[in-house]
């Protein structure tokens, strides 16, 4: 069965530094998702991405967020200056289809640590 | 905006006890509901769906029924099982715009202990 994959599975950085969190989507999806998740809290949206633009963004990202479509397969967000309440677990997702009860596939996930 | 709320957690059961979670929601028109689940050390796996009031999605012995009355997507299993202890999400998806994205309740945490 197709599957979102996500690399790596766990980071650690530095305050201040830059990270790329890596993410294919399944090869047929047209919509694209971060969703991230801070220990013990709920899964909040961060951005969607269709035909190679935003789509949609949450207040959450902010000008240190940048998303990217770099080859047609991968699926990258970036963090330019990371801080420390960026640690948490990033989601990426895709789906097939925008409309109706199309399923969201979300990957493992990459769990982010900034000291 | 959009919202989902879930009852608090976490729930604690024996096993084949029966299980409720509560879910509600506030959205215009006829979101697409959704019951996510978590494993632990893993990410989310969609469990169930429903895409139209009075719909009652279904999978491993879990449901849930679409109440566009009540607002409401409550999730039931009749007999738990130890494998079940997971944190379980509420979600839904606006029918607004297309490609729109899932809002998350607070999900609950379910421990059921043999």
């Known amino acids: 069965e197709p599957e979102v994959t996500q690399t790596p599975s766990h980071q650690v950085t530095q305050m201040g530094q830059e990270v790329i969190l890596r993410c294919v989507p399944i090869s047929n999806h047209l919509y694209f998702y971060w969703y991230r998740q801070i220990l013990g809290q709920k899964v909040e949206f961060l951005v969607s991405?269709?035909?190679?633009?935003?789509?949609?963004k949450s207040e959450i990202f902010d000008d240190q967020f940048s998303v990217e479509r770099p080859d047609g397969s991968n699926f990258t967000l970036k963090i330019r200056s990371t801080k420390l309440e960026d640690s948490a677990m990033y989601f990426c997702?895709?789906?097939?289809?925008?409309?109706?009860?199309?399923?969201?596939?979300f990957g493992p996930g990459t769990r982010l640590t900034v000291t | 905006g959009d919202s989902v709320t879930q009852m608090e957690g976490p729930v604690t059961l024996s096993e084949e006890a029966f299980l409720t979670i509560n879910c509600t929601y506030t959205?215009?028109?006829?979101?697409?509901l959704f019951w996510y689940v978590q494993y632990p050390g893993e990410g989310l796996q969609l469990l169930l769906k429903?895409?139209?009031?009075?719909d009652k999605g279904s999978n491993k012995g879990f449901e849930a029924t679409y109440r566009k009355e009540t607002t409401s997507f409550h999730l039931e299993k009749g007999s738990v099982q130890v494998s079940d202890s997971a944190v379980y999400f509420c979600?839904?998806?606006?029918?607004?715009?297309?490609?729109?994205?899932?809002?998350f309740g607070e999900g609950t945490q379910l421990t059921v202990n043999p």
């Open positions: 997702a895709s789906i097939e289809r925008g409309a109706g009860g199309y399923e969201q596939y």
């Open positions: 979600a839904l998806r606006s029918a607004e715009t297309s490609g729109s994205r899932l809002t």
């Open positions: 991405f269709y035909n190679n633009e935003i789509s949609e």
């Open positions: 959205a215009t028109g006829y979101p697409s």
């Open positions: 429903a895409t139209k009031a009075d």
